[in-house]
C-alpha cells in the first residue's frame, strides 16, 4: 500500500477524522502493515503488548474470559488499553478472517496522543464506552 493509500484509510477512521491531511501524511509514517491469517490470535487477555492497530479490512473478534463481547471491522482499532497504561492486555483479539492491520507501536502511540487533543478525546471517550460495558458484564 502506498503512503497516499494509507493517508486516505487513515481519513476512513472516525479517531482520526479530526485531523488535517499533513497531519495524518506525518501519522501514517508511524504505522507499518501487518496482515493476520484468520485465527491468529492479535492481543492474548493478561499478557503484555505493545502494538496499536487499526483494522484496514477484515473482521476480528474481542474475547473476554473465553466469551465473545465485540466484533471488529475496518476503521476500528483495538490494542490502546495495554499501551495506555503498560498493563496487560484487557480481552484477546483474534482474526475472524485474514485481517489486514496497520500497526503502531507503543513508543510511536504516546507522542502522537500526547501531541494531538483531537485523537486523545475519541480515545477517552472509546475508553470509557469499553469500561462502561465491561462493568455491565460483570454479574451482580
Ligand atoms: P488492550 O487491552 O490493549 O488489548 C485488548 C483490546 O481489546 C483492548 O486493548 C481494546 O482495544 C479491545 N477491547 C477491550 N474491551 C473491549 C470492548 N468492551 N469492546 C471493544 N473492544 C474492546
Given at each position: 500500500m502506498g503512503d497516499q493509500d494509507l493517508v486516505a484509510v487513515l481519513g476512513r477512521v472516525p479517531l482520526f477524522s479530526a485531523l488535517g491531511e499533513k497531519e495524518r501524511q506525518r501519522l501514517a509514517r508511524s504505522f507499518s502493515e501487518r496482515t493476520f491469517p484468520p485465527g491468529h490470535e492479535i492481543a492474548v487477555q493478561g499478557r503484555d503488548g505493545v502494538g496499536f492497530f487499526v483494522i484496514d479490512s477484515g473482521e476480528a473478534s474481542v474475547t473476554k474470559d473465553g466469551e465473545e463481547i465485540r466484533k471488529l471491522g475496518p476503521g476500528d482499532y483495538f490494542g490502546e488499553m495495554a499501551l495506555i497504561?503498560?498493563?496487560?492486555?484487557s480481552a484477546t483479539v483474534t482474526a475472524e478472517s485474514e485481517l489486514r492491520c496497520h500497526g503502531m507501536t507503543s513508543w510511536s502511540f504516546r507522542p502522537v496522543v500526547e501531541s494531538h487533543a483531537e485523537i486523545a478525546w475519541p480515545l477517552l471517550e472509546t475508553v470509557v464506552a469499553r469500561l462502561r460495558e465491561a462493568e455491565q458484564r460483570r454479574p451482580g
Open positions: 497504561d503498560q498493563g496487560p492486555r
